[in-house]
């Protein structure tokens, strides 16, 4: 039997799952990452790729001990990560971007994650260009994306400093510190990093918006100075260097599979799936092109909302079209709503409450709005909550509006602050997640895209009552994964099995639509919904 690896890391935790040929997990572990805040500034995030690679390594020892696996029999491993942009030198030391004077000097906050919105400014410059890049974001460039970040750096940094730089998106980061190797994942560089399909880097593009120097070092700092780049799984490099292998307790040369960024991994890990009607497993294996019609909902801190065509289609105000982010030949659009996973405040003494219960906070919230809605003889709880209304764009809206400066706002409060108040703002913001859910896949299925189901993974699959609200806002069914938390790192074991299988087999010995079919077969074989 062989093993594979699969490392998920999030916007606060690194996790790394064991799996065996079938995709059953062996053993998981989760370890936090930290966060830094500005206290005066709440558009900041920044994170350490030093710590999340520590949290990383110490995840994937507590499996091999857990499951008492033998290193060697591990044949695979790949990475998934937020789209959050990682910065070193050249030789991959870590480099400050937090504001001030460490900017651009060696040290451990490295990471402006992608929730940080401090590149507001850039984002309109580069948005009033008109650059055939925006064409492939919804026309409007989001101020969560790589080359914003990037220009801020180039802004508030001292020119030699800045022009020692590498930049990556973090899923790239990881697979580079793994190998160190260079080569850029397709996903990374199409999704958030202007790279446009059929057309590569735009230098006119980069030199309109003041990153002359890119073009001018044949783009070194971006990591794409060949124009190569990998799709989803491919091996990078030699495999696992002899000092990540010390780090990870594996062996070196282990295929490393090119990364992807989280939520593509949340594809990945569901939308193959045969699902269960009336407790029986849907016989018939599903296709390739019957993708094209599963929507997959990666809900976590934020939700992304990804969808592949076989033909590129443009839809204002959703990111893409993508060409190739996960198989050749295929495109992608990402619809998404920013920090739905935070658009919550609750109380200790709920939490309190949930404890005593041996329940959990959405249950204890979901009892009392039944109780509630039967007191006040109200048909839904919609109707029990008709005088009071919720915006959630509490950080922006990403799609379909595409617009970083909304805000969120509650109309209707009254002075009550108790704990049903608490269990009516709590359904408002369900209702209001799932009618913008709606809003995204109607403006894909209006601009071409025919979406007949949503295929969930993250933290919302755990909430039934949510889900099966989004299931009547939709109009859609809505399918859940075996293990709603799993099947992220899942799909980034499917990368490291598809390495594996691609080495074993010979690289140079697979067609394209052999490769294709091979990660379906392994997507396909590996899930059960």
């Given at each position: 039997?062989?093993?594979?690896?699969?490392?998920?890391?999030?916007?606060?935790?690194?996790?790394?799952?064991?799996?065996?040929?079938?995709?059953?997990?062996?053993?998981?572990?989760?370890?936090?990452?930290?966060?830094?805040?500005?206290?005066?500034?709440?558009?900041?995030?920044?994170?350490?790729?030093?710590?999340?690679?520590?949290?990383?390594?110490?995840?994937?020892?507590?499996?091999?001990?857990e499951s008492k696996i033998s290193p060697d029999k591990v044949k695979g491993l790949s990475f998934d990560a937020t789209c959050s942009l990682a910065v070193s030198d050249m030789n991959s030391d870590p480099v400050v971007v937090t504001k001030g004077k460490d900017l651009g000097l060696n040290?451990?906050?490295?990471?402006?994650?992608?929730?940080?919105?401090?590149?507001?400014?850039?984002?309109?410059?580069?948005?009033?260009?008109?650059?055939?890049?925006?064409?492939?974001?919804?026309?409007?460039?989001?101020?969560?994306?790589?080359?914003?970040?990037?220009?801020?750096?180039?802004?508030?940094?001292?020119?030699?400093?800045?022009?020692?730089?590498?930049?990556?998106?973090?899923?790239?980061?990881?697979?580079?510190?793994?190998?160190?190797?260079?080569?850029?994942?397709?996903?990374?560089?199409?999704?958030?990093?202007?790279?446009?399909?059929?057309?590569?880097?735009?230098?006119?593009?980069?030199?309109?918006i003041g990153l002359g120097e890119i073009v001018d070092n044949n783009y070194k700092q971006l990591g794409a100075a060949n124009r190569e780049v990998l799709t989803a799984g491919e091996p990078v490099?030699?495999?696992?260097?002899?000092?990540?292998?010390?780090?990870?307790?594996?062996?070196?040369?282990?295929?490393?599979?090119?990364?992807?960024?989280?939520?593509?991994?949340?594809?990945?890990?569901?939308?193959?799936?045969?699902?269960?009607?009336?407790?029986?497993?849907?016989?018939?294996?599903?296709?390739?092109?019957?993708?094209?019609?599963?929507?997959?909902?990666?809900?976590?801190?934020?939700?992304?909302?990804?969808?592949?065509?076989?033909?590129?289609?443009?839809?204002?105000?959703?990111?893409?079209?993508?060409?190739?982010?996960?198989?050749?030949?295929?495109?992608?659009?990402?619809?998404?709503?920013?920090?739905?996973?935070?658009?919550?405040?609750?109380?200790?003494?709920?939490?309190?409450?949930?404890?005593?219960?041996?329940?959990?906070?959405?249950?204890?919230?979901?009892?009392?709005?039944?109780?509630?809605?039967?007191?006040?003889?109200?048909?839904?709880?919609?109707?029990?909550?008709?005088?009071?209304?919720?915006?959630?764009?509490?950080?922006?809206?990403?799609?379909?509006?595409?617009?970083?400066?909304?805000?969120?706002?509650?109309?209707?409060?009254?002075?009550?602050?108790?704990?049903?108040?608490?269990?009516?703002?709590?359904?408002?913001?369900?209702?209001?997640?799932?009618?913008?859910?709606?809003?995204?896949?109607?403006?894909?299925?209006?601009?071409?895209?025919?979406?007949?189901?949503?295929?969930?993974?993250?933290?919302?699959?755990?909430?039934?009552?949510?889900?099966?609200?989004?299931?009547?806002?939709?109009?859609?069914?809505?399918?859940?994964?075996?293990?709603?938390?799993?099947?992220?790192?899942?799909?980034?074991?499917?990368?490291?099995?598809?390495?594996?299988?691609?080495?074993?087999?010979?690289?140079?010995?697979?067609?394209?639509?052999?490769?294709?079919?091979?990660?379906?077969?392994?997507?396909?074989?590996?899930?059960?919904?």
């Open positions: 039997m062989s093993y594979y690896i699969g490392i998920d890391v999030g916007t606060g935790s690194a996790r790394a799952v064991l799996v065996d040929d079938h995709g059953k997990t062996l053993s998981s572990h989760t370890k936090d990452t930290r966060t830094w805040r500005d206290p005066d500034d709440h558009r900041i995030f920044e994170q350490s790729t030093d710590d999340i690679w520590n949290s990383i390594s110490a995840c994937i020892k507590k499996c091999l001990a040290g451990e906050r490295n990471i402006i994650l992608w929730a940080d919105h401090r590149a507001e400014k850039e984002a309109e410059l580069i948005n009033s260009t008109g650059s055939i890049v925006l064409d492939y974001v919804g026309g409007t460039m989001s101020l969560e994306m790589e080359i914003p970040k990037t220009l801020w750096l180039k802004n508030n940094m001292d020119p030699t400093l800045f022009s020692r730089c590498q930049f990556f998106d973090l899923p790239d980061f990881l697979t580079y510190r793994a190998t160190q190797d260079n080569t850029r994942s397709c996903c990374s560089v199409t999704c958030k990093c202007s790279y446009v399909p059929n057309k590569g880097w735009q230098p006119d593009f980069l030199k309109k490099g030699k495999g696992l260097s002899r000092q990540a292998a010390e780090e990870f307790g594996l062996v070196e040369g282990t295929p490393v599979g090119s990364a992807v960024i989280d939520a593509y991994a949340g594809w990945l890990g569901t939308v193959a799936g045969r699902y269960k009607e009336d407790g029986k497993l849907q016989e018939t294996v599903p296709s390739i092109d019957e993708s094209r019609h599963r929507l997959a909902a990666c809900a976590g801190t934020s939700t992304c909302h990804i969808v592949q065509s076989r033909q590129g289609v443009f839809v204002n105000g959703v990111w893409g079209p993508y060409k190739d982010p996960v198989f050749q030949g295929w495109w992608m659009n990402e619809g998404g709503q920013s920090s739905t996973g935070q658009a919550r405040t609750i109380p200790a003494s709920v939490l309190k409450l949930a404890e005593e219960q041996k329940s959990n906070i959405h249950q204890v919230l979901q009892v009392l709005l039944q109780k509630m809605k039967g007191e006040a003889g109200a048909e839904s709880l919609t109707e029990l909550t008709k005088d009071m209304h919720f915006y959630p764009d509490l950080h922006g809206n990403r799609s379909p509006l595409a617009d970083p400066k909304m805000r969120g706002s509650f109309v209707g409060l009254t002075l009550d602050d108790g704990l049903n108040d608490l269990a009516r703002k709590y359904n408002l913001t369900l209702e209001a997640i799932a009618l913008q859910t709606r809003h995204i896949v109607d403006e894909m299925n209006d601009k071409g895209h025919s979406i007949t189901s949503i295929y969930m993974s993250g933290s919302q699959a755990k909430n039934i009552p949510m889900m099966q609200l989004f299931a009547d806002t939709c109009g859609v069914p809505i399918i859940l994964p075996f293990d709603e938390s799993g099947a992220v790192p899942l799909g980034a074991a499917m990368l490291g099995k598809f390495a594996a299988e691609t080495v074993k087999r010979g690289a140079g010995n697979l067609s394209q639509d052999q490769r294709g079919q091979l990660l379906w077969d392994i997507m396909a074989s590996q899930i059960e919904s």
